[in-house]
């Protein structure tokens, strides 16, 4: 089974992507040729579901873009059912202790690493695959190819951050910084010297523990900058800001 963009992103690749709010097959498809590398199918704040996650998920391996997924919660069905669909990751969000992160590697990675749950589902290829007949191949090749990435958006978890990252099954870190910055008493305030220590406290701890740098960013000189400061991957925006900016821009433009 091939890796691709997540066998790249372990070994240091840089990767851009948004958040998916605008829905449908269509709009994931447009987002794909326009070049982006990953996009996370958001079902906290978003509108989305197993079942209307499943045709995004669909038009993103068409084309080759990563379909990651941020699920509502760490509990097992939140996790279970979006990677059996074919989510290449999951973003956690609201992680807070210990025992969150030891429950989302239960759920999330096959025997040995965790406990999750087996069925021939199509993320199994219905047992059809190459790997189809042999489960700890295929056990083997899932725990790979599926990233398991709690947020850093809690002061709890910046507390625990080094003892997150370093946990085996967890793959990565994604910092949200604008609940992290409301955590931490400064709301919104990004260049504050609080939030940018803990910004680098979570990509140290990634670094050491040699597991994927991810964070959310606003703009395009933004997400540089993170890429060169050593970030494996950088969210920006959502889809529905760039169509918004976009269109505003052209009424501006048409209309002189």
């Known amino acids: 089974m091939q890796n691709d963009r997540v066998a790249a992103m372990r070994q240091g690749e840089k990767l851009v992507g948004t958040f998916f709010?605008?829905?449908?097959?269509?709009?994931?498809?447009?987002?794909?040729?326009?070049?982006?590398?990953?996009?996370?199918?958001?079902?906290?704040?978003?509108i989305y579901d197993v079942e209307s996650?499943?045709?995004?998920?669909?038009?993103?391996?068409?084309h080759g873009m990563l379909p990651f997924v941020r699920i509502k919660d760490p509990s097992r069905p939140s996790v279970l059912k979006m990677l059996d669909i074919g989510a290449r990751g999951l973003i956690v969000p609201s992680i807070r202790t210990m025992e969150e992160i030891r429950g989302l590697v239960a759920y999330g990675k096959y025997h040995p690493v965790g406990q999750r749950g087996y069925a021939p589902t199509r993320a199994a290829g219905f047992g059809r695959n190459e790997f189809g007949g042999d489960l700890e191949g295929y056990f083997q090749a899932a725990n790979e190819r599926t990233l398991l990435i709690p947020q850093c958006e809690t002061a709890e978890c910046l507390e625990i951050i080094e003892a997150v990252a370093a946990t085996d099954g967890i793959d990565g870190i994604f910092i949200g910084p604008y609940d992290l910055s409301?955590?931490?008493?400064?709301?919104?305030?990004?260049?504050?010297?609080?939030?940018?220590?803990?910004?680098?406290?979570?990509?140290?701890?990634?670094?050491?523990?040699?597991?994927?740098?991810?964070?959310?960013?606003?703009?395009?000189?933004?997400?540089?900058?993170?890429?060169?400061?050593?970030?494996?991957?950088?969210?920006c925006a959502m889809d529905c800001v760039f169509l918004t900016d976009a269109l505003a821009r052209f009424v501006r433009e048409a209309k002189g």
Do not use: N, W
């Open 21 to 46: 709010e605008l829905g449908g097959a269509i709009a994931a498809e447009s987002l794909a040729l326009a070049g982006l590398d990953f996009i996370i199918i958001d079902t906290e704040h978003g």
């Open 182 to 235: 409301i955590a931490l008493g400064i709301p919104g305030q990004f260049d504050h010297p609080t939030l940018l220590a803990a910004i680098e406290r979570v990509k140290a701890a990634c670094k050491a523990a040699g597991k994927i740098a991810m964070i959310y960013a606003g703009s395009a000189e933004a997400t540089r900058g993170y890429l060169q400061a050593g970030f494996e991957g950088v969210a």
């Open 53 to 62: 996650a499943l045709p995004v998920i669909l038009a993103c391996e068409r």
